[in-house]
Structure formats: C-alpha cells, structure tokens
C-alpha cells in the first residue's frame, strides 16, 4: 500500500523485503535489528537471513516484525554478527558501535607509546593494506 511505502522511504530499512512497519510489542527491537542488518549488509529475504544467523525463517520474521524477542544467547550471536552493541540491540542504549576488542586497545596503547615518525609509518602501511583489500 501507499502507506506501507511512505514508511519504507522514511525509515530506509531494506525496502525490498518488508511489508511495512513492525506491529509486534517488540516493535523498538525490530527497527533496530532491521537497521543494523541494512548496515552489516546482511542478507534481505528471510530463508537467506534464517541461513545467516542459524535459525529457522518463521523466527527471523517474529523479530524482523517485533514478534519475539531472541534470546540471551542468540541475541549475542546476533550482535556479534551484526557487529553491533549488544546493549543496543537489546536495549536501544549505549552505542550502536560495539566497544573495542582487548586486542585493539592494546594494540592502541603501544602505538601511542612510539614517537610522531613511527604512528605515520603504521599509518601508512594502515592505509595501503586497507586499499590492497578494499576496505578502507
């Protein structure tokens, strides 16, 4: 419906696949499972979606609709594959960003210990790896 499309255009959440805006009593989690999945580029159509997370179709539809709710444990799963903050998926509170790996903040800690000419040294093999793999 006209309706249906409006909402599609003003929330920009993989247009393609959804009939219009959720109506579960878990409608705030579904936005934000929707966005996060348009931001991780995940797949659109729910058999691909069940296959991506693990789960069955029907279940991908009850939480793309704010049906139901994943669990604990799944919802990490979730997260994590989604590379978002679990707090955010589940809560809407925090950053959408998840916090840094411990590994990242090390890494952090002893690029900041080296001098001026040295962080533009990593910062310049940063760069060409980053182009070598698109990613940048």
């Known amino acids: ?3 249906n499309e409006l909402w599609r255009h003003q929330h920009n959440v993989m247009p393609r696949t959804y009939v219009g805006p959720p109506t579960g009593k878990h409608h705030e989690f579904a936005l934000r499972f929707r966005e996060a999945c348009a931001h991780a580029n995940a797949p659109t159509t729910l058999t691909d979606l069940g296959r ?13 609709h704010g049906i139901k709710l994943p669990s604990a444990r799944t919802m990490a799963k979730i997260a994590n594959k989604l590379d978002v903050s679990y707090d955010w998926l589940a809560t809407g509170r925090g950053d959408q960003a998840p916090p840094p790996k411990p590994a990242t903040i090390a890494l ?22 980053e182009h070598r793999q698109h990613i940048s």
């Open 1 to 3: 419906t006209a309706q």
């Open 52 to 64: 991506f997370f693990g789960v069955a179709p029907p279940t991908v539809h009850d939480w793309r």
């Open 108 to 129: 952090a800690r002893r690029i900041e210990r080296v001098d001026e000419q040295a962080r533009e040294y990593i910062k310049s093999i940063l760069t060409t790896a």
